[in-house]
């Protein structure tokens, strides 16, 4: 189940760390959220080490269908509303330098980098993409309300939004990597005051950026709580007519598609992980319907962090850990977070305040509809028999007969048939 960027890309190979270091950064994880905080701050001097439990790359990052886009679903009116235009305006303009910041970058890396228009569609509810433009002019950003004739099936219309782009996450992150100070399989068992504890060494550090997808501290933050996890699944597929823009559906259970070169990659078949869904079986039969005479190169899945609010949690941790910081909660967009994080943390480090800590602050208010539904999934979990049982919190865990992986509906972790971790916030295999 590799996917199209994995098996077209060769990433750089890093040492294991061996002995003790000491480092004034630390960062956990090495996704592109980690990656991109370690070029950032290697471009100011700063003194840091990246640890990574597996390879670079090896997660999540391999498994997106790499959309660099501000246009995150019909997020701007529901901003608007909850948060005010102060907030809404703040999410817009981080999402908008990280767009920019892509581009730059792109000029001078091979990513197969494509500037092109972003559509959010809906199948049958015009009116709410007509509230989603209303939003964005109000906030300075032009779009418009604009049909999907590329589409081989109907819908009520499209948030059509130029000057967004697509790329090849691990070719672009191929080249980010090189000459940072990484070490791969280089595990973090357990964290002290300012000392990780790996395998073969103790890492001694001043400030520490998590970027481990989950968090993987339980003790402080309330994580647990604040966050839970969705699958989505991906089929390549060749021969259709390739697609001039990026779409996705605004509604969390509808499709994403995307063309690469000659490949059409389809996305959907979500469900919240531990739970049933449509996964590949959907996908399949979609295509059969839609793109009959296309053939089936390959199929892969993602696992994403969703937060309470739609909004990422990306700056300090907790209050009870200074200098310690997160990016987590991309829901569904991690391309264009993951950049944003990066750059309000490497700010963060530095000692610079930045202009979008409100909007994304980890301590904002948890009192949302969703961590009812949150605590419920917990408590259901717990209370459930299953010979088998997450190291994490102690949930029950689900047999996935499609992944054929042991997974859990409380916070995400998954795990091989035979006990070993594929995904966190659980920090190790099952005994």
Sequence with gaps: MNSIWTDTTELPRFPALKNDARTDVLIIGGGIAGLLCAYFLQKHGVNYLLAERDRICSGITAHTTAKITAQHGLIYAKLLK?????????????????METYFELCRSIDCDFEEKTSYVYSLNDRAKLEDEVRALRQLGCPCELTETNELPFPTAGAVAWKHQAQFHPLKFLSQIARGLHIYEHTFVKELSEHTAVTEHGRISYQKLIFATHFPMDNKHGLYFLKLYQHRSYVLALSHPQPLQGMYVDEDSRGLSLRSYGDVLLLGGGSHRTGKKGGNWQELRKFAAEYYPQAEEQGHWAAQDCMSLDSVPYIGPYSPRMPGCYVASGFNKWGITSSMAAAEMLTDLVL??????????????????????????????????????????????LKWNAQEHTWDCSCHGSRFTQDGRLLDNPANGDLK
């Design 82 to 98: 909850n948060a005010g235009p102060e907030k809404a305006g703040c999410y817009l303009e981080a999402n908008q330098k990280a």
């Design 351 to 396: 000692g610079k305040p930045s202009p979008y800590a409100a909007v994304f602050s980890p301590s904002r208010s948890m009192w949302k509809p969703q961590l009812l539904l949150n605590g419920l999934e917990a408590a259901a979990g717990l209370l459930s028999f299953s010979v088998k049982r997450c190291p994490h919190l102690g949930c029950a």
